[in-house]
Each structure stands twice: as structure tokens, then as C-alpha cells.
């Protein structure tokens, strides 16, 4: 069955560093999303892809934030400057035909920021 | 602004016993539905959802859940779990119209105990 690939599956950086989270959609998909778990809180929406830009995107997704789909088959999410609250479970999801299709999700990135 | 309540932070059962978790969702305009389920160390998976038609929707591993507009809530359920059905469950919804960005509910640790 076809997955959504994320790497690391945790990464540990300083705080002010930057991070860049990697995933690789299933491939016939056209919707790519990230979206984040602080421990014991909900799973929230950051950010929608489609069509090589930015779709939709939350109050959490500011400027520290950004994601790019480099070379067509990699879908990448940058926070600059990290700050300690940026600790969190990022989760990088894929869709053929977003919300009605339902979301693949990848297992997760662990971020943790010292 | 739509939202998402799962009542229930941990419902610990018996194996072969009946299971309910619950959930209810607040919105101002049609939404779609779905339940995930998140096994440890791993990404988040699709169990089931509901667009439109039938109320009473079936999943993977014998999960149904029934979506009741006039109590807007969406409650899964499974006659008889095993051992292998603990894990985290989150409900979410999609705005209508939106493309596809869920809005999740805290979610629901199942411990099924033999």
C-alpha cells in the first residue's frame, strides 16, 4: 500500500536554529498538507499545497514558517529561528482529492528544540 | 468557527466488550467527517468518514459510526474489540467548501485489557 514517507522521524536542534521536515507524498496525489501535535494537545492544521502554492493556511503558519515542493516528488516544511514551543510532532499528510478523499498521513517528524 | 469535542480522554474496555467513543462537532455550515486512529509510533490512519447519504458508515477493523445532524455528533463504535484495537482515535471534521483542512478533537485513548 502506498505511504507517505517522513524523515527524520525525530530531529532534536538549539533553539534559533533552522529545521527543514522532509516528506514524500504518494505519488498521484495532489494535496499536501502539514499539520502539527504539541504532546497532549489536539493535531493542528498548519498549512495547505496544491498546484505548486500555498492553498490555505492557519494563524499558526506565520513567516517563521514556509514549505516548498523542491523537485516534484518531495514536499518540505522550513521553520526558521525555532523556538522552544515549536517542540511538536509534525505530520506531513497527501490527497488525491482533498477533503473527500480523506488524507494519507506519514508517521510523523518528533521535533524537539534545546 | 468549527470544533470538535471528544468527551472522553481514555476509555479503557475488556476485550470482546462493546466500545463507544464519542464525539461531537460544532459548525455553522455542512461538514464532513471522518475518524482516525493512531497506533503507537505511528502516522495517523483513516478508519472512516462521512460526506453525504447513509448515516450509518462502516470502517476498517468492524468500526461503524452513526452521524447524528440534530445532536451533531458522529460516535464510533465496534461490538466486540480485541487487544490489537488499542490505540489513539481522533475524530475530525472539514469545513464544507475548505480543501480538506481537518479540525481535530483531542482524541481518545482505547486500552482494550484481556
Known amino acids: 500500500e502506498p505511504e507517505v514517507t517522513q524523515t527524520p522521524s525525530h530531529q532534536v536542534t538549539q533553539m534559533g536554529q533552522e529545521v527543514i521536515l522532509r516528506c514524500v507524498p504518494i505519488s498521484n496525489h495532489l494535496y499536501f498538507y502539514w499539520y502539527r501535535q504539541i504532546l497532549g494537545q489536539k493535531v493542528e492544521f498548519l498549512v495547505s499545497f496544491y498546484n505548486n502554492e500555498i492553498s490555505e493556511k492557519s494563524e499558526i503558519f506565520d513567516d517563521q514558517f514556509s514549505v516548498e515542493r523542491p523537485d516534484g516528488s518531495n514536499f518540505t516544511l522550513k521553520i526558521r529561528s525555532t523556538k522552544l514551543e515549536d517542540s511538536a510532532m509534525y505530520f506531513c499528510?497527501?490527497?488525491?482529492?482533498?477533503?473527500?478523499?480523506?488524507?494519507?498521513f506519514g508517521s510523523g517528524t518528533r521535533l524537539t528544540v534545546v | 468557527a468549527q470544533s470538535v469535542t471528544q468527551l472522553d480522554s481514555q476509555v479503557p474496555v475488556f476485550e470482546e466488550a462493546p466500545v463507544e467513543l464519542r464525539c461531537n462537532y460544532s459548525s455553522s455550515v455542512s461538514v464532513y467527517l471522518f475518524w482516525y486512529v493512531q497506533y503507537p509510533n505511528q502516522g495517523l490512519q483513516l478508519l472512516l468518514k462521512?460526506?453525504?447519504?447513509?448515516?450509518l458508515v462502516k470502517g476498517i477493523n468492524g468500526f461503524e459510526a452513526e452521524f447524528n445532524k440534530s445532536q451533531t455528533s458522529f460516535h464510533l463504535r465496534k461490538p466486540s474489540v480485541h487487544i490489537s484495537d488499542t490505540a489513539e482515535y481522533f475524530c475530525a471534521v472539514s469545513p464544507g467548501g475548505s480543501q480538506g483542512n481537518l479540525i481535530f478533537g483531542k482524541g481518545t485513548k482505547l486500552s482494550v485489557k484481556p
Open positions: 462521512y460526506l453525504s447519504g447513509s448515516t
Open positions: 499528510a497527501s490527497s488525491t482529492t482533498g477533503s473527500t478523499g480523506g488524507y494519507t
